[in-house]
């Protein structure tokens, strides 16, 4: 597995695949480059990534890439605003 960084914006997309262990899919937009969408699957932790995803969120993912060509996630970051860290 060739292990990867990528910061990425949220693209407001996001479905709930299994409940049992639950995995997440995600459509991200790279921040460098606009043109292609990245498809992304979360299993550990997906919970708490579900919980902190806002709308245009920007995220920091690490993880590799699956046979389908899906990112697959093992560490993420969300960055949250100033505003919503000051309430």
Known sequence: ??????????????????????????KV???????????CIVVKHALTLFYQLRPDARLALYGHYNRRHQFVITKFMVRTPVQSLAS
């Open 29 to 39: 937009t790279p921040v460098t480059d606009q043109t292609q969408p990245i498809h």
């Open 1 to 26: 597995m060739n292990e990867q960084s990528l910061t990425v914006n949220y693209a407001n997309q996001c479905k709930i695949l299994k409940y049992d262990p639950f995995m997440l899919y995600l």
